[in-house]
């Protein structure tokens, strides 16, 4: 098993450009999360879904970031426009719903907005 | 609602030295807890879990943790420290039946030559 796959891992990019996060879950898992990690706010959750339906987006910041799924192996995040306050990692995970909660966590994409 | 509380952002023990990192917790319903370890520059890994049953629970790396429903706690502990313990430590806290889970806000674990 391959594991969460996410694409790029590192992004650098000017303000006001589009930047578009990718993730592949691990293949059998109904639910995905999209998470972002910075210094002064920890490890917050933007959005999940459960087969590809979104759940709950309450913790997307802003209308700038959008989140889809359109297929079990494929979820995209979206910034459009991107400001340098979106620099962190964002991390995807996904969940087999074993009844346990347990989380599988991809390697991260680093964004760095100039 | 649930939330999750870790006592101190950076902890540093000697090799060979007990590891203990804290963890309290708040939760509407019985909890699901988690620890997972984060090495630099990589995601997130499952070290142990709690869901029912035995309330010490043993994970990887020689790690385990306690849950105390009275103290509403779940702190980490490993006996012995090892160079290769250093990473950020994070408590989780999830619902049961919901898959939302709530992370603290990590612990950074330094371990001294």
């Given at each position: 098993?391959?594991?969460?796959?996410?694409?790029?891992r590192?992004?650098?990019?000017?303000?006001?450009?589009?930047?578009t996060l990718?993730?592949k879950p691990i293949?059998?898992h109904?639910?995905?999360?999209?998470?972002r990690?910075?210094?002064?706010?920890?490890?917050?959750l933007?959005?999940?879904?459960n087969?590809?339906v979104p759940?709950?987006?309450s913790g997307?910041?802003?209308?700038?970031?959008s989140?889809?799924?359109?297929?079990a192996s494929f979820?995209t995040?979206k910034?459009?426009?991107s400001?340098?306050r979106?620099s962190?990692v964002?991390?995807?995970a996904?969940?087999?719903?074993?009844g346990t909660n347990?989380q599988?966590?991809?390697?991260?994409?680093?964004?760095?907005?100039? | 609602a649930?939330?999750v509380?870790q006592?101190?952002?950076?902890v540093?023990v000697?090799e060979?030295?007990?590891?203990?990192?804290?963890?309290?917790?708040?939760s509407?319903?019985?909890p699901?807890?988690?620890?997972?370890?984060q090495?630099p520059?990589?995601?997130?890994?499952?070290l142990?879990?709690?869901?029912?049953g035995a309330?010490l629970?043993k994970g990887?790396n020689?790690f385990?943790?306690?849950f105390?429903?009275?103290?509403t706690s779940f702190?980490?502990?490993k006996?012995s420290?090892?160079m290769?313990?250093?990473?950020?430590?994070?408590?989780a806290?999830?619902d049961?039946?919901?898959?939302?889970?709530?992370?603290?806000?990590?612990?950074k674990?330094q371990?001294?030559?």
């Amino acid at each position: 098993d391959a594991g969460v796959i996410q694409s790029p891992r590192h992004e650098v990019t000017e303000m006001g450009q589009e930047v578009t996060l990718r993730c592949k879950p691990i293949s059998g898992h109904d639910y995905l999360f999209w998470y972002r990690q910075t210094m002064m706010r920890g490890l917050e959750l933007l959005i999940y879904f459960n087969n590809n339906v979104p759940i709950d987006d309450s913790g997307m910041p802003e209308d700038r970031f959008s989140a889809k799924m359109p297929n079990a192996s494929f979820s995209t995040l979206k910034i459009q426009p991107s400001e340098p306050r979106d620099s962190a990692v964002y991390f995807c995970a996904s969940n087999p719903w074993r009844g346990t909660n347990e989380q599988f966590f991809g390697p991260g994409t680093r964004l760095t907005v100039l | 609602a649930q939330s999750v509380t870790q006592l101190g952002s950076h902890v540093s023990v000697s090799e060979g030295a007990l590891v203990l990192l804290r963890c309290n917790y708040s939760s509407s319903v019985p909890p699901y807890l988690f620890w997972y370890v984060q090495y630099p520059n990589q995601g997130l890994q499952l070290l142990l879990k709690y869901t029912t049953g035995a309330t010490l629970v043993k994970g990887i790396n020689g790690f385990e943790a306690e849950f105390k429903k009275s103290e509403t706690s779940f702190h980490l502990t490993k006996p012995s420290a090892h160079m290769s313990d250093a990473a950020e430590y994070f408590c989780a806290v999830s619902d049961g039946g919901y898959q939302k889970v709530t992370f603290g806000i990590g612990t950074k674990l330094q371990v001294i030559p």
